[in-house]
């Protein structure tokens, strides 16, 4: 078996501060990290001596109106990503003359 190189794209997340493969795993990672962001989480709080929970928390995807937010910014990162491949594409007749 021998090595072989492949060029890929690899996407980058600059909030997340992270390569990803796919682009809808990069474009999931920043939509989630801007929500992050605008609604950090919170921990639960508990009493002292009966160990009941006094506040159950927060995290953005307990909202459903924060949820679909959350996947209008996925879209969105989405339709960037695809309009900058496609202008950005070499076709395949420049590729072969290199």
Known sequence: ????RIDRPIYYSERRKR????ARGAAMAEANARMYQWF???KAEYEDGYGRCTYPGFHFT??????????RLFNRYMKQLKAKTNST???DEVRDER
């Open 1 to 4: 078996m021998s090595v072989i």
């Open 62 to 71: 307990s909202d459903p109106r924060l949820v679909a937010m959350r996947n």
């Open 40 to 42: 950090p989480s919170e």
């Open 19 to 22: 390569h990803f493969i796919t």
């Open 89 to 91: 594409h070499v076709s």
